[in-house]
């Protein structure tokens, strides 16, 4: 049976957004603050500009191949199924889905430990079995969990940026007065926050596999990822340029719910209504991340490749969904968030994505050398190029990093 195609371009935009931003925003800023300090909007800026290039690759790849399979098809067809790269493009990304849908489950229970007391694995039970929950019921019923979500969250993040605004003018003289540009260790901290930050970025990959399930996904697509990561991107240097302004990014840095401590302090009901919607934002994160885990699973299960079990294809006649795919996702995505601390689940995601981003714009590349089809976009012959350069000289940086311990 075959996915529904029951999502338009503007739920697409909310699916992009909400997991971008629930990731970003409410869950990794805090560690990007660690280590960039004042400079984490620089490490933002940095981390975009390696994300662009390869989101505009996407954007392309996406409308010639609208497949659930994503990063799978787009690797096989450009390559062929030569040593099972195309499955290995797969399990990469899907391990960094469920590596994501994890971390994100684990900041939602910090956010929600900062507002009640309740043990760790009953946070995480919740939510995982939540989320789960929705993506099983069916991508329509995601879709408007999602724009509802993703609607509270965009409301939140204006009125943080309000409540922050003096914050927010005060930090170019605060990034003057800390030397950021002139001290070698200030640069250090800022790549090391922007291979953080990068995590923020990936939600645009996640809407790939969507296609199966989009109206018209040749136009779809491509205008809903160049919407979505403009729309995040200009929000992530608004929130980290205020939250960079603040005389108290040490506290920022070490609060189980960053932006709720930088913009709401000591006020009880602010802080309660702020959390509430973090929540929720939070959670829209790691519902995209598990739909799209399942997807690509149900892709290789379809598919055979690489002896995945054919059941994990199966598609369910009453809710449209691949339901044992799903299912062993939620399993998964519960182990990890129980046991793995926030920071590793983050930084293992972007070392994955990182390398299926470097394929993607590969196999673009390729493509584009043997035909240009009329109707989907034509992205300039550098972009894939650029793309793949960005992704191989930020997985470098990263190995660097971690061998100096940072």
């Known amino acids: 049976m075959a996915l529904r195609r029951s999502m338009g371009l503007w739920g697409l935009v909310f699916y992009g957004t909400g997991t971008i931003l629930g990731a970003g925003i409410f869950v990794v800023i805090g560690e990007v603050m660690g280590k960039a300090g004042p400079g984490a909007p620089l490490a933002y800026a940095v981390a975009g500009l390696v994300a662009v290039f390869t989101a505009l690759s996407f954007a392309e790849i996406g409308a010639r191949i609208p497949t659930a399979g994503g990063p799978i098809d787009y690797v096989e067809e450009a390559f062929g199924d030569r040593g099972g790269v195309p499955a290995m493009a797969g399990w990469l990304l899907i391990i960094a889905n469920i590596v994501s849908s994890a971390t994100i489950a684990t900041g939602f229970v910090s956010y929600l430990e900062s507002f009640v007391e309740i043990p760790h694995w009953a946070g995480v039970l919740g939510i995982v079995g939540l989320v789960g929950a929705v993506a099983l019921a069916g991508m329509k019923h995601s879709a408007w969990f999602m724009t509802v979500t993703t609607t509270l969250g965009i409301i939140t993040l204006l009125v943080i940026m309000w409540l922050m605004r003096d914050s927010l003018l005060a930090w170019p003289a605060r ?196 035909n240009q089809p009329e109707d989907v976009p034509n992205m300039w012959q550098a972009v894939p190029i650029i793309g793949l350069v960005f992704c191989v000289l930020t997985i470098i940086g990263q190995v660097v990093l971690w061998s100096a311990g940072m």
């Not at 108290?248 to 009880?268: E, F, K, N, R, T």
């Not at 919607?277 to 885990?293: F, K």
């Not at 299960?301 to 795919?325: H, K, M, N, Y």
């Open 175 to 370: 990034l003057a007065d800390e030397g950021v540009f002139s001290r070698t260790g200030a640069w250090t901290g800022i790549f090391a926050g922007a291979f953080l930050a990068i995590y923020s970025f990936i939600g645009f990959g996640d809407m790939a596999p969507t296609a199966e399930e989009l109206d018209e996904p040749r136009r779809t697509l491509p205008r809903g990822i160049v919407i979505t990561i403009l729309l995040v991107f200009t929000f992530y240097l608004a929130i980290a340029a205020a939250l960079g302004g603040s005389a108290d990014i040490d506290g920022i840095a070490q609060a189980d719910a960053p932006l709720v401590y930088a913009a709401a302090g000591d006020s009880g009901m602010l802080q309660m209504t702020l959390v509430l919607a973090s929540l929720l934002v939070i959670a829209n994160g790691a519902l995209t991340q598990m739909v799209a885990a399942s997807r690509l699973l149900m892709d290789l299960g379809r598919d055979r490749r690489a002896g995945t079990p054919a059941w994990l294809g199966q598609v369910s006649e009453t809710t449209g969904t691949p339901v044992f795919s799903t299912l062993l996702t939620v399993g998964v995505v519960l182990v990890l968030a129980l046991f793995i601390p926030l920071g590793t689940l983050a930084s293992g995601t972007s070392l994955a994505i990182l390398i299926v981003f470097a394929m993607v714009n590969a196999a673009l590349w390729r493509l584009k050398t043997r």
